[in-house]
């Protein structure tokens, strides 16, 4: 995870999304969570922040290590294979305040309700200002007609997210919906496609003409046309398709005229994996992809500069500080959200729950 984390230039905030934590197979889908897959992906998170951080820290300036130099979870939440995990660096969390941290969870794939598809998010006060991080993973499929699937559900997480009040939350400040946040972060595999036909686009990947095959990306079509996610920003796409690579540890896109083993998918290579922001007050500093060979996407990163609004002790006015939160969307790997997948459904799982 090393490179992917971008270490060496350690933020303040690190916001984790992941998908396919565990293979989509029907006994997942409907089964228990498994407590143990969020634990070990959260160990080796805390191992890589604090020890790798820890070490540039020390390269560079051996007298500032401290035990508020750590990272600390505030936030862990999984659904079935999509998983969110929200790290801030202690020192942050001593000079502002973090509060009202709740989740929520949203399963719309198979039949609308199972957690195969569908988002994580975490809710958040830091100091005066909102946030609300969501990770998810959108339907799949590059028919025609497959970006409206995509579309609805992105419709359906905004309706049906939702954030219980606690009793210190009965405020206006504190939102209880998604888009009741004043900073919003939306990523994950978000599955838009390329309206083009596969040829095509390995041609324009072949002359890395990033700009050319835009033009054909379904995501920012939704976006220009308000489709979806209206008002809402993504940075400059200046890498490589994330989507679909062959076999591990491969560089190559799956298809194109290449054999392929048994089964395989054949994919017009797509920018999957978004990251996505809504409000005021945020400035994309970095948007890249990584190189991590173990599934078949590429994982991506963002890295912000937003402001939060922090009250002044004198006057108890409310000033802007800016600081730094970086959102991943990893590649797939092989708490409870909405469970209203019931057994008599089994027939239809087998054919329809997988799929990335």
């Known amino acids: 995870m090393d490179e992917w984390l971008n270490l060496k230039n350690a933020a303040d905030i ?3 999304g992941f998908q396919e934590t565990v293979p989509l197979k029907t006994l997942t889908v409907i089964g228990a969570e498994d407590p143990s897959v969020a634990t070990n992906w959260n160990q080796l998170i805390g191992t890589t922040l604090n020890n790798k951080f820890n070490y540039h820290q020390k390269m560079e300036s051996p007298s500032s290590i401290a035990g508020n130099n750590l990272y ?3 936030a ?6 999509v998983l969110m995990s929200v790290w801030i660096r202690e020192e942050v969390m001593k000079k502002y305040r973090v509060s009202n941290v709740r989740v929520s969870s949203v399963a719309c794939g198979v039949m609308g309700c199972l957690g195969n598809k569908g988002s994580v998010a975490v809710s958040m006060l830091i100091e005066g200002t909102s946030f609300c991080f969501v990770a998810a993973h959108l339907a799949s499929g590059e028919k025609k007609g497959d970006e409206g699937r995509r579309n609805h559900q992105v419709a359906e997480i905004f309706r049906r997210s939702s954030f219980a009040r606690t009793t210190t939350s009965h405020h206006h400040r504190y939102p209880l919906t998604i888009l009741g946040h004043e900073r919003i972060f939306w990523f994950g595999d978000l ?8 040829d095509f686009a390995r041609n324009l990947i072949r002359k890395q003409d990033w700009k050319a095959l835009q033009e054909f990306d379904q995501l920012q079509k939704e976006l220009e046309e308000g489709g979806v996610f209206e008002g809402w920003k993504e940075g400059n796409i ?3 398709p994330t989507y679909k690579y062959a076999s591990s540890p491969s560089n190559l896109y799956c298809g194109g005229g290449l054999p392929t083993r048994s089964g395989g998918k054949q994919r017009t290579p797509a920018w999957c994996d978004r990251i ?3 409000g ?11 190189e991590s060979k173990f599934s078949d996407h590429r994982p991506v990163s963002a890295l912000f500069s937003t402001q939060i609004e922090v009250k002044s002790s004198s006057n108890g006015l409310m000033e802007p500080e800016n600081i730094t939160p970086t959102m991943w969307q990893p590649d797939h790997g092989v708490s409870q959200g909405d469970e209203d997948g019931k057994p008599t459904l089994l027939s239809l799982l087998d054919k329809n729950v997988q799929g990335c």
């Not at 862990?76 to 294979?81: L, Y």
């Open 238 to 240: 200046e890498f490589a």
């Open 14 to 16: 690190y916001v984790l």
């Open 76 to 81: 862990s939440k999984k659904m079935v294979g």
């Open 280 to 290: 005021k007050g945020v400035e994309q500093l970095q948007y890249i992809r990584s």
């Open 276 to 278: 996505l922001w809504y």
């Open 72 to 74: 600390r979870v505030v």
């Open 191 to 198: 599955n838009y496609r390329l309206y083009l036909k596969d």
